[in-house]
């Protein structure tokens, strides 16, 4: 695959901040600052004004007027549904990097489009070496994420565990 998943959230935070504050708003963006993402990396969405208005209408989820990384996180796996593999942007590319990643540890166990805890364990293992820990941490982490508590783990916690671990890597910038 070439890309890490790693890689691809830490893409992922430096798109955030790459546009959040230029209007002097850090650590948040405003809609304008949204749109301008949107419009330099993923040109192909911002040509469909419902595509936008869309995006718009349901990113300000505490009506502040601002996007905080944690909405722009919500972004990103909203992202995935409109993603088209050709002429893909960097952000598009790094979405694509998560999508793939979970789908290539998905699915085995607990059916398509869910991961079971095996694996999770393996995605762990092979994607973030070190950071499987024992049983004990892995179905401690597994109830964590498990927000539905089904017995697996959706894409959606996926996205999740991902934003967990863009936060956890901000916190230590």
């Given at each position: 695959?070439?890309?890490s998943m790693l890689?691809?959230?830490?893409?992922?935070?430096?798109?955030?901040?790459?546009?959040?504050?230029?209007?002097?708003?850090?650590?948040?963006?405003?809609?304008?600052?949204?749109?301008?993402?949107?419009?330099?990396?993923?040109?192909?969405?911002?040509?469909?004004?419902?595509?936008?208005?869309?995006?718009?209408?349901?990113?300000?989820?505490?009506?502040?007027?601002?996007?905080?990384?944690?909405?722009?996180?919500?972004?990103?796996?909203?992202?995935?549904?409109?993603?088209?593999?050709?002429?893909?942007?960097?952000?598009?590319?790094?979405?694509?990097?998560?999508?793939?990643?979970?789908?290539?540890?998905?699915?085995?166990?607990?059916?398509?489009?869910?991961?079971?805890?095996?694996?999770?364990?393996?995605?762990?293992?092979?994607?973030?070496?070190?950071?499987?820990?024992?049983?004990?941490?892995?179905?401690?982490f597994f109830t964590?994420?498990?927000?539905?508590?089904?017995?697996?783990?959706?894409?959606?916690?996926?996205?999740?565990?991902?934003a967990t671990l863009?936060?956890?890597?901000?916190?230590?910038?």
């Amino acid at each position: 695959m070439g890309e890490s998943m790693l890689g691809a959230m830490a893409v992922l935070m430096k798109n955030f901040y790459k546009y959040a504050g230029t209007d002097g708003d850090n650590p948040s963006m405003s809609k304008a600052e949204l749109r301008d993402m949107l419009t330099t990396e993923i040109p192909d969405m911002v040509g469909d004004p419902e595509k936008l208005k869309a995006f718009f209408a349901g990113m300000d989820r505490d009506n502040d007027g601002q996007v905080s990384f944690n909405e722009y996180i919500v972004l990103v796996g909203c992202l995935m549904a409109f993603i088209e593999f050709a002429n893909m942007a960097l952000l598009e590319e790094q979405l694509k990097v998560l999508k793939t990643t979970f789908d290539k540890y998905a699915g085995k166990d607990a059916g398509k489009g869910s991961m079971s805890k095996a694996e999770l364990a393996d995605l762990l293992r092979e994607e973030f070496p070190g950071m499987a820990g024992d049983k004990k941490q892995l179905d401690a982490f597994f109830t964590g994420l498990d927000g539905d508590k089904d017995g697996k783990v959706s894409f959606s916690e996926f996205v999740q565990f991902a934003a967990t671990l863009l936060l956890m890597l901000m916190s230590q910038m």
